[in-house]
């Protein structure tokens, strides 16, 4: 198998999936000529031609719109968002057209399209190059939302939703795109929406994360390891439908749960999980549900390091989590 | 021609040229990570067009490329430099860094075009508040084409607010070439929306002053929205990862040779030139040695838990 970057995955998977159905087509903001600003679209255009991979103008609702409209007509269009913070312009088209069309048509319309996007912190972008939005979709009934945590995940998870006969937001983690190789299968591979991955078993704590964040819960795991700690790592890879039965499975196993996302707090993802468990597993907890997640502030550019989950406030979290701090 | 007067536009060009190329070179050595948008070769428009500003009167919008329109307007390099090294003595204390500066009657958004409705009604709050002052909005060719853009051009032709649009046209949106993905003109879409429309090239800084003087007394006699579109080029990359693959090569060319800031160079004496990059460089390097010593924020300030 090829050693790739997440981004090379991406890429491999968009030409696999081009390949063997020509209804897929591929657009956005410099995604032609030049290949995306991540690189991610690079070769695609001279590969597969400009009517199947092209430029659109600066234009968000439109390009959102456009894919609507292609997806009711059959197509599989996978819509580039240069960056999620970019998104809300064509925000509406997002809640009031894609994501409700199969429920407002009866079931006769679906609208089969991944919005492909870069989210989240880690490279210095400041307030509109770093945001964590995930739950924002995730909150909307009628979405998927997806976000591949390695390269391997990233090449199964976006063949999966492209062939998923529904809408889906699929977000890059764009601080890993290039920092992470391995081995990623060669061909068609698909990992199923809707599962999460046991990274590592263990039996004191369970910690659920997903994105760029799940490397540093494992650098976390080392300093837990020193401590005697065996913690039990789930990457949660589909936010939205989440893999409920894995995570009660755990917290059965293990009694404890830390949360970590990078997005504000309040009513995130981990708000969301945290409330799960609390309704479905409060006999089998032995201590309080713990988030690690960012600030409730914009994002902060100098102030970026202090402001993301790190290796500190996740071994802290897990710490309150098993009770050996307040 | 005005000697002194282009020898004062010369010394702010000149300045924020020299801003933006100590910026990439700081993104060179690693000193600087992120990103960042700089304006060389559009200097000029920035100067002539905000030489003109009542800064107790008017307001100005920027965009994610507005180091020069900053610079121009207040001259604050180390508040500037400072806010790109995430100083809590930057224009808003380290929290934006290179696209999102607010000052006075200054403010910039990352969104293409994000600001422009905004621009509107503070036009129209000035009117309906009786206060004098236009509201000069710079924007992008690429920004031209997203649909809040073309919803401000018509509240403003509908309301008839005195909004000033500056039009940038320096033909790429990142690596796009935005006449490739534009239906039309600029200039039927705007004259579609009922506003009178001027185009320019701009490559005297001295013209521009004098173009825009006029359209802004029009405007503050008025009180009536007016579009401006200058013709322009960035001689430098889109942000600091570019590699231009993409420019066309006879614009390229053109605009080399025709580079306004060595114009208004070229028609000054070499002493008064050699005078201003000396006295310029010595406060851009000191500007920035400041920002470099200048503390970060703190965080026990900045992030409290909420509730
Ligand atoms: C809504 C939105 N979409 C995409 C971007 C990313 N982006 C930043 S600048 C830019 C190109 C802007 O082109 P133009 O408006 O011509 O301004 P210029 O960069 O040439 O000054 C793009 C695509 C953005 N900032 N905002
Ligand atoms: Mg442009």
Redesign the pocket.
């Known amino acids: 198998m090829p050693e790739m970057t997440l981004v090379q995955a991406l890429r491999d998977a968009l030409a696999v999936e081009m390949a063997r159905d020509d209804r897929v087509v591929v657009f956005g ?2 995604v032609g000529r030049r290949g995306g600003v991540f690189t991610v679209t690079e070769g695609l255009q001279e590969r597969f031609g400009e009517e199947r991979v092209y430029d659109t103008p ?1 234009d ?1 609702n439109g390009i959102l719109g456009m894919a609507a409209g292609m997806a009711l007509m059959g197509l599989r269009p996978v819509a580039e ?3 999620v ?2 998104l ?2 064509g925000f509406d088209v997002v809640i009031s057209d894609i994501a409700k069309e199969r429920f407002r048509s009866g079931g006769q319309y679906g609208v089969p399209l991944v919005i492909r996007s870069p989210y989240g912190g880690g490279v210095k972008g400041g307030l ?1 190059h770093s945001q964590s939005p995930e739950a924002i979709f995730a909150h909307i009934p009628g979405l998927k939302v997806v976000i591949p945590a390695t390269p391997s995940e990233a090449k199964g998870l976006l063949i999966s939703a492209i062939r998923d006969e529904d809408p889906v937001v699929f977000l890059e983690p764009k601080k890993i795109y290039f920092g992470i190789k391995e081995e990623v299968p060669e061909g068609e591979y698909t990992i199923p929406l809707g599962q999460a991955r046991v990274v590592q078993e263990g039996s004191d704590v369970t910690i659920v994360s997903y994105g760029a964040l799940l490397h540093e819960v494992l650098r976390a795991n080392e300093t837990l390891k020193q401590e005697g700690i065996s913690a039990e790592i789930l990457d949660l890879r589909t936010i939205l439908p989440f893999d409920g039965p894995t995570l009660l499975e755990s917290v059965a196993k293990t009694g404890r749960i830390v949360i970590v996302v990078e997005a504000p707090r309040i009513l995130s993802v981990a708000s969301e999980l945290a409330a799960f468990v609390a309704e479905r597993a409060v006999d089998y907890l032995d201590g309080p549900i713990v988030r690690v997640t960012g600030w409730d502030t914009p994002f902060p550019y100098a102030l970026e390091p202090h402001y993301l989950p790190n290796v500190r406030r996740i071994v802290h979290g897990v710490r309150r989590a098993l009770g050996l701090v307040p | 021609m005005n000697l002194d007067l282009l020898a004062r536009f010369y010394e702010r060009m000149f300045l924020i040229r020299t801003f933006e190329q100590t910026v990439e070179a700081y993104f060179a050595r690693g000193q600087m990570r992120g990103t960042t ?1 700089g ?1 060389i070769g ?1 200097e000029a428009i920035a100067v002539g067009v905000l030489s003109h500003v009542h800064p107790d009167e008017d307001f100005v919008t920027g ?3 507005s180091h020069g329109h900053f610079l121009a307007l207040t001259g604050r390099v180390f508040e500037l430099a400072s806010e790109l090294m995430g100083k809590k003595t930057g224009v808003i204390h380290g929290r934006g860094g290179s ?1 999102h500066l607010a000052f006075g009657n200054f403010l910039t958004n ?5 600001m422009l409705p905004s621009a509107v009604g503070v036009a129209l709050a000035k009117k309906l508040k009786g206060e004098p002052g236009v509201v000069i909005s710079f ?6 084409n ?1 649909g809040h853009t073309l919803e401000a051009l018509n509240l403003a032709g509908a309301f008839q607010t005195p909004n000033i649009f500056v039009l ?7 690596s ?1 070439v ?1 006449e490739r993905v534009t239906g039309g003109t600029f200039e039927s879409r705007v004259r579609g929306f009922g506003l009178p429309y001027v185009r320019h090239r701009a490559l005297d800084v001295l013209e521009i002053h004098r173009l825009f003087g006029e359209i802004y007394q029009r405007v503050r006699e008025t009180r009536r929205p007016v579009f401006l579109e200058f013709e322009t080029y ?1 001689l430098c990359g ?2 600091k990862s570019d590699k231009r693959e993409y420019v066309v090569p006879e614009l390229e060319a053109y605009w080399r040779e025709n580079d306004p800031l060595l114009r208004a160079r070229r028609a000054l004496p070499e002493e008064t030139v050699r005078e201003i990059e000396e006295r310029v460089r010595r406060q851009v390097a000191e500007a920035f040695r400041r920002a470099e010593e200048a503390p970060f924020p703190d965080p026990a300030e900045e992030l409290k838990p909420r509730p």
């Open positions: 903001e410099d600066l968000e968002i240069q960056f913070d970019f809300w312009p509109y | 948008h304006s559009q965009t994610h490329r696209q990352g969104i293409t075009g994000g924007l992008g060719d690429g920004g031209m997203e940038e046209n320096n033909h790429y949106a990142m796009t935005t960035r889109h942000s």
